[in-house]
């Protein structure tokens, strides 16, 4: 497994692993800051300073694309990390900040090129993961009490097993909460949906 962390804001973060980062807009001067080395850069930097990117160009090769472009910064640099063979992204700064683009960073996990890629979206208090047709068996999270699950389109068929409500061959449908603020049962639990579904591990 090739592993990456990607910062795409300029804001707190704590690392939880020693993968290499790349930054994105703002993420890089965020990782300069902390120290960290960044392994790539991405992004129009328009929330940065000219003399930030002066700073940036003096020991980074960046991909600056221009500002007006049919693709934001976020999608630029996941579809390049999957095209150099990462196949687990941790994403920091995707959630929170304006809604519009928390929104598309999530929707994000679900593009074609992307959907099958192991990419969790992360903060301090959350955790969102696609999960793509299949049957999963995973270890409970002993950090966040509660896992949902959003469906992506109608009448996907989910069985869930390990939970607090446990669900058997039950169609779950967008709009609905029946799946939302569960919390696990036993150490392994097991998932299995017939179509792409959002997990979200939260704590309080």
Same mark, same amino acid.
């Given at each position: 497994?090739?592993?990456?962390?990607?910062?795409?804001?300029? /804001?707190?973060?704590?690392?939880?692993?020693d993968?290499?980062?790349?930054?994105? &807009?703002?993420?890089?001067?965020? !990782?300069?800051e902390?120290? =960290?080395?960044? !392994?790539?850069?991405?992004? %129009?930097?328009?929330?940065?300073?000219? &003399?930030?990117?002066?700073?940036?160009? +003096?020991?980074?090769?960046?991909? =600056?694309?221009?500002?007006?472009?049919n693709f @934001?910064?976020?999608?630029l640099?996941?579809?390049?990390?999957?095209?150099?063979?990462?196949?687990?992204?941790?994403?920091?700064?995707?959630?929170?900040?304006?809604? %519009?683009?928390?929104?598309?960073? /999530?929707?994000?996990?679900?593009?074609?090129? !992307?959907? #099958?890629?192991?990419?969790?979206?992360?903060?301090?208090?959350?955790?969102?993961?696609?999960?793509?047709e299949?049957?999963?068996?995973? +270890?409970? %999270?002993? *950090?966040k009490?509660?896992?949902?699950?959003?469906?992506?389109? *109608? %009448?996907?068929l989910? @069985?869930?097993?390990?939970f607090?409500?446990?669900?058997? *061959?039950?169609? $779950?449908?967008?709009?609905?909460?029946?799946? $939302?603020?569960?919390?696990?049962?036993?150490?392994? $639990? $097991?998932? #299995?949906?017939?179509? &792409? =579904?959002?997990?979200?591990?939260?704590? *309080?």
């Amino acid at each position: 497994m090739k592993h990456i962390n990607v910062l795409l804001r300029n /804001i707190p973060f704590t690392v939880q692993n020693d993968a290499p980062w790349a930054g994105v &807009d703002a993420g890089v001067k965020g !990782l300069l800051e902390a120290d =960290i080395p960044v !392994l790539k850069a991405y992004g %129009d930097f328009d929330s940065v300073t000219e &003399d930030d990117l002066k700073l940036f160009k +003096q020991s980074l090769a960046l991909d =600056i694309v221009p500002s007006a472009k049919n693709f @934001t910064d976020s999608e630029l640099a996941l579809l390049s990390l999957a095209e150099l063979g990462y196949t687990a992204i941790d994403v920091y700064g995707a959630l929170g900040g304006r809604k %519009d683009h928390e929104l598309m960073n /999530i929707q994000l996990l679900a593009h074609e090129e !992307l959907r #099958n890629i192991d990419i969790r979206l992360l903060n301090e208090t959350n955790e969102i993961m696609l999960l793509t047709e299949g049957e999963y068996i995973l +270890q409970r %999270d002993y *950090d966040k009490k509660y896992v949902s699950f959003i469906p992506l389109y *109608d %009448d996907t068929l989910l @069985t869930l097993e390990g939970f607090k409500y446990d669900l058997e *061959d039950t169609y $779950v449908s967008i709009g609905r909460t029946l799946t $939302v603020s569960n919390e696990y049962n036993e150490k392994n $639990v $097991v998932i #299995n949906t017939d179509k &792409d =579904i959002l997990m979200i591990k939260s704590t *309080d």
